[in-house]
């Protein structure tokens, strides 16, 4: 079964403080992506990668870069954290925009 | 601007209702279509979807219905259950290149009251 894994579950930031949350893949796809949620907003794209040590910036990149250092793992790392990033996130694989994307359990991140 | 949009933020239904889901979308190089689905405090999963060479496609008590001409399709449940109770998200994507991207909606509550 495909599997992916975010670490960590949830995590308590300062304001300017640096934040990285990790996402990792057994499922040999090429495709990865970061989405956050908020409530009325659905999911947002925050940056996507379709091949190791490339990304793509989405829909919303402001404040946020992106690190794929193999094909399993994607980073997303909030260089200065703000309140306004206080979201649950989302890590995605798939093999193509046409097939199914599997979700991670998703992070809780609260930045105070 | 929003490229793929919900009209409802949320629905109620009777169990044993149908109900239908709309989602509307802006790109017209989008060619796949997709529902996912949602429960509290989980991830979301893949509910259904289709391509943009079929109108329609059905599995179970679930059919998505694509009008490409009116960039529009919609999720049909019958004989709804309370386990339908979830967020239902809408999605449509397209391959650029080399690149893929799945646009997501804001998403539908949905609660089947019994």
Not at chain 1, 11 to 22: D, F, I, Q
Not at chain 1, 27 to 40: A, C, F, I, K, V
Not at chain 2, 21 to 41: I, S
Not at chain 2, 46 to 52: A, D, F, T, Y
Request: proline share 4%; with cysteine.
């Amino acid at each position: 079964e495909a599997a992916v894994t975010q670490s960590p579950r949830s995590k308590v930031a300062v304001t300017g403080g640096k934040v990285t949350l990790s996402c990792h893949q057994t499922n040999n796809h090429d495709y990865m992506y970061w989405y956050r949620q908020d409530t009325g907003h659905g999911l947002r794209l925050i940056h996507y990668s379709y091949v190791a040590d490339s990304t793509e910036k989405g829909d919303i990149p402001d404040g946020y870069k992106a690190s794929r250092p193999s094909q399993e793992n994607f980073s997303l790392i909030l260089e200065l954290a703000s309140l306004s990033q206080t979201a649950v996130y989302f890590c995605a694989s798939t093999s193509g925009v046409r097939d199914t994307q599997y979700f991670g359990p998703g992070t809780r991140l609260l930045v105070l | 601007g929003q490229q793929v949009k919900q009209s409802s933020p949320s629905l109620t239904v009777q169990e044993g209702g149908i109900l239908i889901l709309n989602c509307d979308y802006e790109n017209d190089m989008f060619d796949y279509f997709a529902w996912y689905k949602k429960y509290p405090d989980n991830s979301p999963t893949l509910l259904i979807s289709v391509r943009s060479n079929v109108d329609k496609r059905e599995d179970g008590r679930f059919t998505v219905f694509l009008n490409k001409s009116g960039k529009h399709f919609s999720l049909h449940i019958t004989a709804s259950q309370p386990e339908d109770t979830a967020v239902y998200l809408c999605a449509a994507g397209e391959n650029q290149g080399g690149s893929a991207k799945l646009i997501f909606g804001e998403g539908t509550k949905l609660t089947v009251s019994s």
